[in-house]
């Protein structure tokens, strides 16, 4: 079983900060990538960023130059540092973990969803 917690979430104002966290933790192998995916009200799901295990990232244009996806491998956790938010940033945020399992196999995991309300 692998279990994906997100959290730091809440309501911010416009240009305000926050960070959000997601640790994975149970029975896998390795790690190969985590990463963030919004999805605001009335819209699909969209990929915000995603950092692989050795470092690597990628961003959506549309945070560029705002948020930025870190990864601590001993933890089994990633973090995104979002500056400067804007309303159009509020969204359900779901991490996602794509890791090696016990058996070999590749496994998509998701999170539950940490809500995001920029708003004055």
């Known amino acids: 079983q692998v279990q994906v917690v997100e959290s730091g979430g809440g309501l911010v104002q416009p240009g305000g900060s926050l960070t959000l966290s997601c640790a994975a933790s149970?029975?896998?192998?390795?790690?190969?990538?985590m990463g963030w995916y919004r999805q605001p009200p009335g819209n699909q799901r969209e990929l915000v960023s995603t950092?692989?295990?050795?470092?690597?990232?990628m961003y959506n244009d549309s945070v560029k130059g705002r948020f930025t996806i870190s990864i601590d491998n001993a933890k089994n956790t990633v973090y995104l540092q979002m500056n400067s938010l804007e309303p159009e940033d509020t969204a359900v945020y779901y991490c996602?973990?794509?890791?090696?399992?016990?058996?070999?196999?590749?496994?998509?995991?998701w999170g539950q969803g940490t809500q995001v309300t920029v708003s004055s």
């Open positions: 996602q973990v794509d890791l090696v399992s016990i058996c070999g196999g590749n496994r998509i995991y």
């Open positions: 149970g029975s896998f192998f390795r790690i190969n990538a």
């Open positions: 950092v692989t295990r050795g470092g690597g990232t």
